[in-house]
């Protein structure tokens, strides 16, 4: 039986006061639920990144609730939604953020070290995220010496390191090639099979169209199309990643 991980019920978010109002999201209602890969596609200002940050507990929406395992978020101060993101949310970003004076073992561990985790567990742990995205032979390579491609995948194990049930990528393969872009993917698309996380994914990029179990299409602040995978009507996540 397939757990919710997150649950949003009507949720509202205004950006801006006055004439300057923007209505982002329009009373969206959605689940996301463990071991499933959904891709969320929109054009630019629909609404794909501010429904992300909302998810991911770095915006409150001005209505609506969300509720991560079970736990409501309304009503949490920044500290709180600060703690209920460590918990629970792992993020992946199109920049990948990582720090060019540490190696990829060190970018990694600080996804644990701001859970307060540094014992020689927490260093295991990421030696075991890092062979998760295929890439133990290069923990102690820095950034610079790592491809475009591997950048993100360190930046996968650093979202996945904490046992996030939530894992949320914003635009991972748009600074990629194709190669790199179907590397990423078959590593996201196999955490993704993990019944206890739910991965969600924003893209403007059709190739990754392939890997997804669910489809959901974001117009004007509104869901407008909502499309599970099946034989007849989309490929398996093992078909190429189109170039």
């Known amino acids: 039986m397939t757990q919710t991980m997150i649950e949003a019920t009507d949720i509202a978010m205004a950006l801006g006061e006055g004439a300057g109002r923007v209505d982002a999201l329009k009373s969206i209602n959605l689940s996301l639920t463990g071991g499933e890969l959904t891709l969320l596609m929109g054009p630019s200002g629909s609404g794909k990144t501010t429904l992300l940050s909302v998810l991911g507990c770095m915006l409150s929406p001005t209505g609506g ?15 709180q939604l600060a703690q209920v993101r460590r918990d629970n949310v792992g993020f992946v970003f199109q920049s990948y953020h990582l720090f060019p004076t540490l190696t990829a073992a ?5 996804a644990l070290d701001v859970r307060g985790e540094r014992s020689p567990a927490a260093r295991l742990k990421a030696e075991d995220a890092l062979a998760t995205v295929g890439l133990s032979h290069k923990a102690k390579a820095f950034p610079r ?3 475009g491609g591997e ?3 360190v930046a996968v194990a650093r ?3 904490g046992d996030a049930s939530v ?8 600074a990629l090639d194709s190669e790199n872009g179907q590397a990423v993917m078959t590593v996201l698309a196999e955490i993704a099979k ?15 169209m ?3 179990d669910r489809i959901l299409r974001i117009e004007d602040g509104r869901i407008v199309g909502d499309q599970r995978r099946s034989a007849n009507i989309s490929a398996v996540r093992t078909l190429k990643y189109a170039s």
């Open 65 to 79: 609730s969300v509720q991560i395992r079970g736990r409501s978020t309304t009503g949490l101060d920044a500290e």
């Open 106 to 110: 060190e970018n990694v561990r600080l």
């Open 145 to 147: 010496a790592l491809s």
């Open 151 to 153: 950048q993100q995948r």
């Open 159 to 161: 979202a996945i390191v």
């Open 167 to 174: 894992i949320l990528a914003d635009e991972p393969t748009a």
């Open 194 to 208: 993990d019944p206890a996380r739910a991965m969600f994914i924003v893209t403007h990029d059709p190739r990754i």
């Open 210 to 212: 392939p890997f997804a």
